[in-house]
């Protein structure tokens, strides 16, 4: 069983999910791998393989690893509501359309208020959330090209729209005089301009 609908395959890759959300909560709660991996019956490098996406973990095996964290943290939960997704789409819709028209700087304070909100952290929208955190980053002049790579290299993003918003901001994200940096930046921007008429979204070319 998936708690994503068939519709919104083509834009997530859903299989990832999974083993990249629990991979995170593991690291957040400082959990050695070898420790879930002996609560769920299963080896390390097994575990290790299904966070990475060398191997896709099924639903049932998630559920396990969530209910292994509501017992560690009673009030951790996780919502699987799909209303989530539209809620987070909405939010990186507003934080792009306010990078666009340069006026996000008086709208820090809404943003921060939904990533507050561990309810909208711990969802199906979890990578959602990731991407308006780093907009909420970049406009306070904190973002780094790390937390994007991270979220790049995980693969679950992919629609042309997202990776072309995800590659803008690697790309702008640090401002540097590293001159290696900068040609790398440039072909990041390059990257996310093609996606970004892949799109024919026009707010997404103004971005680029």
Not at 25 to 51: C, F, G, N, V
Request: proline letters at 2%; hydrophobic letters at 35%; aromatic letters at 16%.
């Amino acid at each position: 069983m998936w708690f994503f609908k068939e519709n919104i395959q083509e834009k997530y890759n859903k299989k990832r999910f999974y083993g990249a959300y629990i991979h995170d909560l593991r690291r957040y709660y400082e959990i050695p791998q070898k420790d879930l991996a002996k609560t769920l019956h299963i080896s390390a490098p097994a575990l290790s393989k299904m966070e990475s996406g060398q191997q896709n973990m099924d639903y049932s095996m998630f559920h396990q690893c969530i209910d292994y964290f509501k017992k560690l943290d009673p009030d951790y939960d996780f919502n699987e509501n799909v209303s989530k997704l539209s809620e987070a789409e909405q939010w990186i819709d507003f934080c792009l359309k306010e990078f666009i028209n340069l006026s996000y700087f008086d709208k820090t304070d809404r943003i921060k208020k939904y990533l507050d909100n561990q309810d909208n952290k711990n969802s199906i929208a979890y990578f959602h959330y990731k991407m308006i955190e780093s907009f909420y980053e970049m406009f306070n002049g904190k973002g780094t090209m790390e937390q994007i790579r991270v979220i790049l290299e995980i693969n679950y993003f992919l629609s042309p729209d997202y990776l072309a918003i995800l590659y803008d901001l690697y790309g702008i994200i640090e401002d540097t005089k590293n001159i290696e940096i900068i040609q790398h930046q440039i072909k990041l921007l390059q990257k996310s301009r093609a996606l970004a008429q892949q799109s024919n979204q026009s707010d997404l070319l103004g971005l680029v």
